[in-house]
């Protein structure tokens, strides 16, 4: 048996009489204010004791006698030196003691308890550890991580606390603990491959707080509308404490969420390494519209390196709900089929709740200009220069173009620049406006279409063009309203008609230019649209 021999009954406690050499050790227990222990539990261990797996117990002792109903307690103190613990509900006492010096122990005043979790480290070949005290009789198994908890220890007193193998039962590791009454600790200790640290907000820990940790550029695998923001990889203790495994290079996002917070941030490998706390904040819902596709009914709408996924309306209006507000996120739009067609950058403040009216820059020509032509007509127009050159009065890179018309009747000579916007067509139903810088010595006009060699051929092609604006030698921002549109290929002015005729499916984006000799474009703006 695990208790010592010389322990005797409680019930033979008055009346126990040692052998040769015993020392008779008395004592009184008291908590609080001085009011008894009435039965306290009492137990005595070697100094080095440590439980067998096959008695596992959250006790913290199971008692060898019991204190009487005054607090009074006595037995034969063993040789050597050896640990006394006492418990009495909520409350104990532990200390090392000695037969030879330590006959009369007086009142011993029984303190409020603490408790002390973590996580261990589990060696390999090991599923999970076992954790406990010397001295003492409380064991306790720790999960896969190698979290445990040992919810009922003595204060004021150095412990040894002790870990235990999961396959072979041996100490393979000790830690010496000091705790304050009813102080709940969490330790941070040393494990082989793992990452702590702890979620907090508003300087409280956030108990059983959920983790994911998705690559940065993860996008969800199915379509679905998906209202939870992260699908859970794990739980915080109830100190909001995590321990995950150690990750390989790379870039991640790192989100934990609780109730209406959120943090969550692209971290490298190395930096989730060196994490201590992450503090949650208030989430918010985010709001805006997409252009869809010609002919699409709705589009789906996630944010990289999260779960959440919307669906759009016919509209293309969406909403984010929950979102993390502490870190830049970029959302992403894909079609039906999987097909990503815009990503957009956002940063939502805390608690915000508002409509992100969209818009894109499709032209700033500081990039991608592959696509972008420069035309006449095909009867003697001529293009003299065409490039995408520094400005210094913009900062940047502009297009310009120079040119010599045949006449001056812009009806039958012409010179226009643009670009394929979709071959599929964008449902422009709700842009508002574009703008755009331009200067030269002519006469511009912005026109959108939706044209095709069959569609000219058949007399089909569509057309929804501004007036004139003219030139002049600086830069000036042009604004085009949708509703300014009216003007179809036969250059006659019918706003409603040619705008409606031709918004659900548009295609290509043109500036043609009359009279002048050159001219120059910048930083063209759709309002209204996102794609």
């Known amino acids: 048996m695990k208790r010592l021999a010389c322990i005797f009954s409680a019930l033979m406690l ?138 009922q220890l003595p204060s004021n007193d150095s412990l040894q606390v002790y870990f235990l193998r999961g396959d072979d039962n041996s100490v393979y590791d000790n830690l010496s603990v000091k705790l304050k009454p009813n102080e709940s600790e969490v330790v941070d200790l040393p494990s082989k ?171 700033d020509f500081e990039k991608d200009t592959a696509n972008w032509y420069f035309s006449v007509d095909s009867i003697g127009s001529k293009i003299l220069y065409k490039a995408f050159e520094a400005d210094k009065e913009r900062k940047s890179k502009v297009f310009h173009g120079k040119y010599s018309l045949v006449g001056t009747n812009s009806y039958y000579g012409w010179v226009v620049t643009g670009t394929l916007l979709c071959v599929q067509g964008w449902n422009l139903s709700s842009l508002d406006s574009i703008s755009f810088y331009a200067k030269g010595s002519g006469q511009i006009r912005l026109s959108l279409e939706n044209w095709d060699r069959q569609s000219e051929v058949a007399g089909q092609s569509l057309k929804a063009s501004s007036e004139w604006k003219s030139l002049g030698p600086k830069w000036t921002r042009y604004v085009v309203k949708a509703e300014d549109l009216c003007y179809n290929s036969q250059d006659v002015s019918n706003c409603y008609f040619t705008w409606n005729s031709l918004k659900d499916d548009v295609r290509q984006m043109h500036f043609f230019v009359q009279n002048g000799t050159e001219f120059y474009l910048d930083d063209i703006v759709l309002y209204g649209a996102l794609f």
């Open 14 to 151: 008055w009346n126990c009489s040692g052998g040769p050499g015993s020392e008779t050790t008395n004592g009184f227990a008291y908590v609080g204010n001085g009011e008894a222990a009435s039965y306290a539990s009492v137990a005595i261990r070697s100094v080095d004791y440590t439980t067998s797996v096959y008695e596992a117990t959250n006790a913290l002792v199971e008692a060898d006698f019991y204190a009487d109903a005054n607090g009074y307690f006595s037995f034969e103190a063993p040789d050597g030196e050896y640990r006394l613990t006492i418990v009495h509900g909520g409350s104990a006492y532990t200390g090392l003691f000695s037969a030879s010096r330590d006959t009369d122990l007086g009142s011993i005043n029984l303190e409020p308890t603490a408790s002390l979790g973590g996580y261990a480290e589990i060696p390999d070949s090991c599923e999970f550890v076992w954790v406990g005290v010397r001295g003492m009789d409380e064991l306790v198994r720790s999960d896969s991580t190698g979290r445990f908890q040992l919810s």
């Open 193 to 363: 491959g793992k990452i702590k640290f702890v979620a907090v907000a508003g300087g409280k820990t956030v108990p059983f707080a959920s983790l994911a940790i998705r690559k940065s550029d993860a996008r969800v695998d199915s379509l679905r509308v998906n209202n939870v923001v992260v699908e859970v990889d794990a739980y915080a203790d109830k100190f909001g404490a995590f321990a995950i495994d150690s990750l390989k290079s790379g870039n991640y996002r790192l989100t934990v969420t609780q109730s209406g917070l959120a943090y969550s941030k692209e971290l490298t490998a190395k930096q989730i390494a060196a994490l201590d706390t992450v503090e949650l904040q208030e989430t918010s819902n985010y709001m805006s519209r997409v252009t869809l596709h010609a002919g699409d009914k709705f589009a789906w709408v996630g944010v990289y390196g999260l779960d959440v996924m919307t669906k759009t309306n016919e509209e293309g209006v969406f909403s984010l709900p929950m979102l993390p507000s502490n870190d830049t996120l970029e959302f992403y739009v894909v079609d039906k089929n999987k097909n990503l067609y815009v990503t957009k950058h956002i940063a939502p403040s805390k608690g915000s709740a508002h409509f992100d009216t969209p818009s894109v820059v499709w032209q």
